[in-house]
Each structure stands twice: as structure tokens, then as C-alpha cells.
């Protein structure tokens, strides 16, 4: 062996020697054959499978979860035929039938004319990586979840009804369709506080917001917008289907037992009930500042009772 092939076996053997010493699964694909020319013995540690059992493109698409598979195997073949790096994140399966999580990221040879000829990559094990990732996906949606709901009662908070509010009107513009509102504010909940303490106060908002929410259709929203008031939106909704939820909202209230020091109170509520055919988003604030007035309409009156737009 002369100075050149002894240089050239040495190189051989580096370049092995760290190919197999990385954390990764090092690969190689014949573009023309689809066939692997190089595959690491990490495949064996990572996945289970032997690198003799990985032959061919075939091979790699197959042991892929499902939902993965169409859209990974396309977007690679289309990004090495125009010869551009990339890479990919999918579940592979391993020889024990479960899944862990890859990332191939793909070089692609081509030859003096441009063409691809080889891929060369790693498959790097980020299991561990999505795991957080989806932990912190979930903590982030918790409190997305949490911005939008008042911490007391459960219900939404004033964010998210102004959100739903702000959507379903421009919905209502452009599909002709009406949306009704229901205001409601807790009488005389400022002596009540005063009389049995404001523990016992929360325990009746809290009672309060359960019977609102057992009242409701799922597209409607209760949200608390101040201390004892809260309003109700209902999309696609008659002024009559309004009133008669408010009507029986109003009873279910004067009902509801307040339990606090072995002691049962009750409270009663005053409503406000509109409903509109939005024409413009200028509209929304003078509709609100009418449902309001009748709210406080029924007040005036005598309280425990519903007002609606006549």
C-alpha cells in the first residue's frame, strides 16, 4: 500500500469513526436508485432496526406514522428534485412498534450540470425536544383559557366577550341575521355583601354563574363584565327566544339557594333584553347603551323583572 491509499484508508476510517461516534442516524441515498448506500449503526440504538433492513426510500416511507407520511414524502422528493436542503420533522416507527419523534435534516449532492444525484442526511431523536414542546403548547393554551375567564364565577370575562361580541356582530352584518343581548345586574348585592361578608358574596356570584350557564344554548356566551353584572349574547337569536331565557333565568335566580355558614339566602336579578339586525359596527355601542338603559329601567321599577326593547 503506498503513501496515497494509506492517507485515503486513514481519511476512510475518520470520517467513519465520526459518522458512528454522533447521536444522530448519518444516511445516504442513491437519488438515481432510491437505494440507501449509508446508513449508521445509530439506527439500531435509536429505532431498533438493523441497517441492513433499511434498503431503499421505501423502506424509510414506510416505517413512518400514517398522518405523517403523505405530506413528508412529498415535500422531500419535491425539494431534492429542485435540489434544495431541508428538513423534517415526523414519527418513525421503531422495531417495537412504537413511535419517536425525527428530525431529518437533508442535503442534497448534485453534479457539475446541476443535477441531484445523492442526499445525505441526519435523523436526529428530538422526542424529547417535542415533548416540552407540546407541554408548552398546552401550558400556553391553559393560560389563553385562563385570560379569557373570570377567576371567581368561571364565566368569560369582559376580554373574551368583547372578542365574541366584536365577531358575532360582523357576522350578524353579513349574514342578515339578528343577534340579541341580555343584561344583567344582582340586586341590592352591595348590602348583601355588607350584611353576610364578602366571602358570602362570592359564593352567590359563583351560584349565580352556574344557573346563567345552565340556561344557555352552546353558542351563547355569559361572561361577567363587573362586579355583580353580567350580559349574555345570543347570536341568530328572536327577541322572544331572548325574553323568554331572561324570564326563566330571572326564576331560576329567585330560587337558587346560597348556602354560606349553615345559613340559606337567596337574591333575585334585574335584566335588560334587546335584539338587532346590525346594519354597521357603529351600531354595536348604541345597541349596548340601550340593552343597559332597559337594565336600568328595570331597576327603577321595583328589580326582579325583565325590560325589553318594545
Not at 393560560?143 to 364565566?155: A, I, K, P, R
Not at 354560606?260 to 349596548?288: C, M, R, W, Y
Request: aromatic share 10%; with cysteine; net charge negative.
Amino acid at each position: 500500500m503506498d503513501l496515497k491509499q494509506d492517507v485515503h484508508h486513514m481519511n476512510d476510517a475518520f470520517y467513519r469513526t465520526l459518522l458512528e461516534s454522533t447521536k444522530a442516524i448519518p444516511w445516504q441515498i442513491d437519488w438515481k436508485t432510491m437505494s440507501f448506500t449509508y446508513i449508521g449503526p445509530q439506527i439500531k440504538t435509536i429505532l431498533g432496526w438493523e441497517p441492513e433492513s433499511w434498503l431503499s426510500a421505501n423502506d424509510w416511507a414506510e416505517r413512518m406514522h400514517p398522518e405523517d407520511r403523505d405530506w413528508v414524502v412529498d415535500f422531500c422528493i419535491s425539494q431534492s428534485q429542485d435540489g434544495v436542503d431541508h428538513e423534517a420533522d415526523y414519527r418513525a416507527l421503531t422495531k417495537d412498534g412504537d413511535y419517536v419523534w425525527i428530525r431529518d435534516v437533508v442535503h442534497v449532492i448534485r453534479d457539475e450540470h446541476g443535477e441531484t444525484v445523492s442526499l445525505v442526511g441526519f435523523m436526529f431523536d428530538i422526542s424529547a425536544r417535542k415533548k416540552s414542546e407540546e407541554e408548552l403548547l398546552k401550558l400556553k393554551q391553559e393560560l389563553e383559557e385562563f385570560s379569557y375567564q373570570d377567576s371567581l364565577t368561571g364565566v368569560a370575562n369582559r376580554r373574551l366577550y368583547d372578542s365574541f361580541m366584536a365577531r358575532e356582530w360582523d357576522l350578524a352584518i353579513r349574514n342578515h341575521t339578528a343577534i340579541s343581548m341580555i343584561m344583567i345586574d344582582i340586586d341590592f348585592f352591595k348590602q348583601y355583601n355588607d350584611q353576610y361578608g364578602h366571602h358570602a358574596g362570592d359564593l352567590a356570584l359563583t351560584a349565580i354563574a352556574t344557573t346563567l350557564k345552565s340556561s344557555l344554548r352552546s353558542v351563547d356566551i355569559v361572561a361577567r363584565i363587573g362586579g355583580e353584572e353580567f350580559v349574555i349574547v345570543m347570536p341568530e337569536s328572536t327577541l322572544e327566544d331572548a325574553v323568554d331565557v331572561a324570564e326563566r333565568i330571572r326564576r331560576k335566580i329567585e330560587s337558587t339557594v346560597i348556602e354560606h355558614n349553615s345559613e340559606q339566602t337567596f337574591l333575585t336579578a334585574s335584566f335588560g333584553v334587546g335584539t338587532i339586525f346590525p346594519k354597521d359596527a357603529e351600531q354595536a355601542e348604541i345597541f349596548i347603551e340601550q340593552v343597559d338603559q332597559l337594565l336600568y329601567a328595570a331597576k327603577e321599577c321595583g328589580r326582579n323583572q325583565v325590560k325589553a326593547i318594545s
